[in-house]
C-alpha cells in the first residue's frame, strides 16, 4: 500500500505565507513527478507546481515567482513553500505523485487526502 499524506494548511492573511508537506509512504521502489494540485469551490482541480526526481519544475503562471515546490528524494517528501499569499489560492491543495510500488509492474499516480489554504483578504 501507498499513501501519501499532507500537512500544513490553514489560514493566513493575504501577504502571508504557509508551507505544506507531504510524504509518500508504504512499499515504494520508485518515485518520478510529486508536485501539488489545487481545487477552489466550483473550480476545477489544476496544477500549482511539479518537481521531477532530477530536479526540474514546473509551475502554473499564476504561482511563478510566489510559490517555490522542492523534494527531499532520500525521505520521499515534497513540500510547498507558499509567500505572497492572495485570497485567490484559496483552495483544497492536493498532493500528488507518480510512483512505482514495489510489487510494480507500472508508474501510477496517487493522491493525498487534500489540505485546506484559506486567504483572508
Known amino acids: 500500500q501507498v499513501q501519501l499524506v499532507e500537512s500544513g494548511g490553514g489560514l493566513v492573511q493575504a501577504g502571508g505565507s504557509l508551507r505544506l508537506s507531504c510524504a509518500a509512504s508504504?512499499?515504494?521502489?520508485?518515485?518520478?513527478?510529486m508536485g501539488w494540485y489545487r481545487q477552489a469551490p466550483g473550480k476545477q482541480r489544476e496544477l500549482v507546481a511539479t518537481i521531477y526526481s532530477g530536479g526540474s519544475t514546473n509551475y502554473a503562471n499564476s504561482v511563478k515567482g510566489r510559490i517555490t515546490v522542492s523534494r527531499n528524494n532520500s525521505k520521499n517528501t515534497v513540500s510547498l513553500q507558499m509567500n505572497s499569499l492572495k485570497p485567490e489560492d484559496t483552495a483544497v491543495y492536493y498532493c500528488?505523485?507518480?510512483?512505482?510500488?514495489?510489487?510494480?509492474?507500472?508508474?501510477?499516480?496517487?493522491w493525498g487526502q487534500g489540505t485546506q489554504v484559506t486567504v483572508s483578504s
Open positions: 508504504g512499499s515504494i521502489f520508485s518515485i518520478n513527478a
Open positions: 500528488n505523485a507518480n510512483i512505482l510500488p514495489s510489487g510494480g509492474p507500472f508508474y501510477r499516480q496517487y
